[in-house]
């Protein structure tokens, strides 16, 4: 599947990412291909985010995720979660591309996990279309 999104479909991304980022508490999210490349990216004003590193990590975790899920015979691999001192990030399956989130307040990490899991969906769906 292209990389490219078509500028009607790149709004709705849009949108759903700023309705994410507001209802989850995330510092920043993005959609990503499963080889690191972004597709469309939202950030508060008070993110220092980087875009191009967050989606390139997101091709390291899923590849470290997808290994451990089939070593430990997890079948399919929904999503991978990582905490630190500092914050999280949330990396979910959306089709065939990913949804990934991060946030430096741990105490939202919970909502966001769920709310990763809804708009992955939703993603997935909007960019099979």
């Known amino acids: 599947m292209s ?4 500028p009607r ?3 709705e991304l849009v949108q759903l990412l700023m309705g994410l980022t507001d209802l989850a508490d995330l510092d920043a999210i993005a959609v990503v291909s499963k080889q ?4 469309a990216y939202f950030a508060t004003e008070e993110s ?3 875009p191009d590193l967050m989606a390139a990590v997101s091709a390291a975790l899923l590849a470290t995720g997808e290994m451990a899920a089939i070593k ?5 691999l929904y999503e991978v979660v990582v905490r630190g001192k500092e914050g999280f990030v949330v990396l979910s399956q959306a089709g065939d591309f ?3 989130g991060a946030a430096k307040d ?7 996990v769920t709310q990763m899991r809804k708009y992955a969906k939703e993603v997935g769906t909007l960019l099979r279309k």
Request: cysteine-free.
């Open 106 to 112: 741990l105490t939202s990490m919970g909502l966001a």
């Open 72 to 76: 430990l015979q997890l079948e399919e």
């Open 98 to 100: 990913l949804l990934m």
């Open 48 to 50: 220092d985010t980087d």
């Open 36 to 39: 690191g490349v972004k597709l």
């Open 3 to 6: 990389t490219h999104l078509d």
């Open 9 to 11: 479909k790149e709004k």
